[in-house]
């Protein structure tokens, strides 16, 4: 990892799996890097009653963004109501992130772009497009973009634009 600390970092709560989904996450996104691995001592283990030498935080690059995974046990979970956005030129593009991220994750929870990984954490796989056609001047296109959209799970970028010329 860099020596200069990023201002923020995302930190993602796991249960043990933060090893697995840093690892996970860096094989589907180009230009990302697994860092520094810390490990669980002795100290805290009558708080958190987690195994000495089991990893604790794992630093991980996407796309040259920084995160820290942690297994922090199974108090908390993720839910949609934080997601990141990968924001994609093609379709191709889109396809390929919509696969590799909804392997293994919940069905039920692909709408509209969104899914969630096998580890529970939402993610929305966008063409870089959808945020100008529904921000279009004229409402007639944005909501037929808009209505297209909801009946989606995984995004088709042609549907979407032949929504938006009528």
Known sequence: MKSKIQKITTNLWFDTQAEQAAKFYASIFKNSMIGRIT????????IHGILEGTVMTVEFQLEGQEFVALNGGPQFKFTEAISFIVNCESQVELDYF???????????????????????V??????????????????????????????MKKIDIKTLKQAYEG
């Open 39 to 46: 490990h669980y001592g002795k100290e805290g283990h009558e």
């Open 122 to 151: 939402s993610w929305q796989i966008i063409p870089t497009a959808l945020t100008e056609m529904l921000s279009d001047r004229d409402p007639e296109k944005s909501a037929r973009v808009m209505n297209a959209m909801l009946q």
């Open 98 to 120: 919509w696969e590799k991220l909804s392997e293994g994750g919940e069905e039920k929870a692909q709408v509209c772009g969104w899914l969630k990984d096998k580890y529970g």
